[in-house]
């Protein structure tokens, strides 16, 4: 069964057309990815999807559950979580209260809650340790560790993040990404928007490519595993 469907998906900025008609799917317990170069709409694509932009059209399914018309936080209810670029966590409160914040739909169901709360830091033990600290004193990697585990805290069951790896080192982004590998595997559905193509290919099991709001290729990573395919699909050259 398809986890998410998008079709003709539409996104405008006044008369600018960021993302035009695209469809995509991921299925259930898969992990797919949205690739592109800077600009091509990969943001503009999860924000929609996830209800932040609003000057959309098309049609999104949930485990075909039509949900097209739902805002974000009902969308949250649904199991359709979205971690931003650059964390964007708070800053100013304690790695337990952003993880305690992310889990707010189980504010009444105490034992959930701190189910959930174990079982996050059991997939980022490094958390566990910074439990006191505010966010803002987190490295980079701890801070985007901390905006997953927020997200997870909801119980998604489809799991958007955008640029997960940007601005870390490689031993952090080998780390958040096995993490991510165990999170599909444990059945949450990833869809991945990475600027980081061969990393992405590395762990997809289908691929999405976007150029100028288009979606200009799409298949398993293998056909992709070419640079100069990898070129033709980002640029529309031969080259590499």
């Known amino acids: 069964m398809n986890a998410l469907e998008v079709s003709g998906l539409t996104v405008r900025y006044g008369p600018v057309v960021a993302v035009d008609g695209l ?15 800077n600009g091509a709409g990969k943001t503009s694509t999860l924000r929609a999807i996830s209800a932040l932009e609003r000057g959309r059209s098309g049609t999104l399914r949930l485990y075909g559950e039509d949900v097209t018309r739902l805002k974000a936080h009902e969308l949250v209810a649904r199991g359709l979580v979205h971690v931003p670029e650059r964390r964007r966590v708070f800053s100013t409160m304690t790695v337990r209260e952003n993880l305690e914040l992310g889990g707010y739909r189980y504010y009444r169901q105490s034992s959930e809650l701190r189910r959930q709360f174990e079982a996050t830091l059991d997939l980022f033990p490094r958390l566990r340790e910074r439990l006191t600290q505010t966010a803002g004193m987190l490295s980079g990697g701890e801070q985007q560790m901390l905006a997953i585990g927020r997200a997870l805290m909801s119980k998604p069951k489809v799991l958007m993040l955008d640029e ?56 398993p990573p293998s056909e992709f595993s070419q640079e100069a395919t990898l070129a033709q699909a980002y640029l529309g050259s031969d080259e590499t």
């Open 23 to 37: 469809s995509l799917v991921a299925p259930s317990h898969s992990m797919v990815a949205l690739l592109g170069a």
């Open 164 to 219: 997960p790896s940007l601005g870390l080192g490689p031993q952090i982004i080998q780390t958040i990404y096995k993490t991510l590998q165990a999170i599909s595997a444990q059945g949450t559905t990833v869809l991945l928007v990475e600027q980081n193509a061969h990393l992405a290919l590395r762990v997809a099991s289908h691929v999405y490519v976007l150029r100028a709001g288009h979606l200009v290729a799409e298949g």
